[in-house]
């Protein structure tokens, strides 16, 4: 088992910066890619970022350029640097990791908490 919190979302300005980290803990040596989805009200959840144990980083279209993903081996610890924010940036954001086991069942992972993000035109 992996557990997940997050921390740092909050209220923006549009062309603002945020950044969000997200601290695991339990089976943390089983974890094969870290992640950030988000999903706005009335809205499936989409991937933002990921980032594997190799430190592989993929990003969505809507977010290359703007948002870093990045960790802290010694910490446990994920985050997302998000600059030039937008309106449309607002959800709520969610941590995700994936084991091995988790992707060979065709599962999504461990999922966080979740933390608000809104930025105000």
């Known amino acids: 088992q992996v557990q997940l919190v997050e921390s740092g979302g909050g209220l923006v300005q549009a062309g603002g910066s945020l950044r969000l980290s997200c601290a695991a803990s339990?089976?943390?040596?089983?974890?094969?890619?870290r992640g950030w989805y988000r999903q706005a009200p009335g809205k499936q959840r989409e991937l933002v970022a990921t980032?594997?144990?190799?430190?592989?980083?993929n990003y969505s279209d809507s977010v290359k350029g703007r948002f870093t993903i990045s960790r802290d081996n010694a910490k446990s610890t994920v985050y997302l640097q998000m600059n030039s924010l937008k309106p449309e940036d607002t959800a709520v954001y969610y941590c995700?990791?994936?084991?091995?086991?988790?992707?060979?069942?065709?599962?999504?992972?461990?999922w966080g908490q979740g933390t608000q993000v809104t930025v105000s035109s």
């Open positions: 995700n990791a994936r084991t091995a086991a988790t992707t060979s069942k065709g599962l999504p992972g461990y």
């Open positions: 980032i594997t144990s190799g430190g592989s980083t």
């Open positions: 339990g089976s943390i040596f089983s974890i094969t890619a």
